[in-house]
């Protein structure tokens, strides 16, 4: 059983919308530090926004920050990402990801977390 399933991931032009979801098995979200990441061509794998295990707390890198939106769905055991005003920059493979962060300035480091999904692929066109 794969414990993190992103999906929602698709083409869309510049200025559009997409909402990503982690569906997380064998752990509880809430439990968790939760992120999502992305890869884009050329560049390695970037933390982009990181929800806290213990609160609706939420931090987010600069390149992201007022147009992306991480969210915690305790019920459904589910992660979302919100994006708006997407642009062609932001296309990559977005990557959900669980672990323990013991210090804030870890939220987005990818060795903070331990549990990776298997990415979804977003294209942004101009």
């Known amino acids: 059983q794969v414990p993190l399933v992103e999906s929602g991931g698709g083409s869309v032009q510049a200025g559009g919308s997409l909402r990503l979801s982690c569906a997380a098995s064998?752990?509880?979200?809430?439990?968790?530090?939760m992120a999502w990441f992305r890869q884009t061509t050329g560049n390695g794998r970037e933390g982009i926004a990181s929800?806290?295990?213990?609160?609706?707390?939420?931090a987010y890198a600069d390149s992201v920050k007022g147009r992306f939106t991480i969210s915690r769905d305790d019920a459904k055991n589910t992660v979302y990402l919100e994006m708006s005003s997407l642009k062609p920059e932001d296309s990559g493979i977005y990557f959900c990801?669980?672990?323990?962060?013991?210090?804030?300035?870890?939220?987005?480091?990818?060795?903070?977390?331990?549990?990776w999904g298997q990415g979804t692929q977003v294209t942004v066109s101009e």
């Open positions: 929800i806290y295990n213990r609160g609706p707390n939420t």
């Open positions: 064998g752990l509880r979200v809430r439990s968790k530090n």
């Open positions: 990801a669980a672990g323990v962060v013991v210090r804030s300035d870890l939220l987005l480091a990818d060795h903070s977390y331990n549990i």
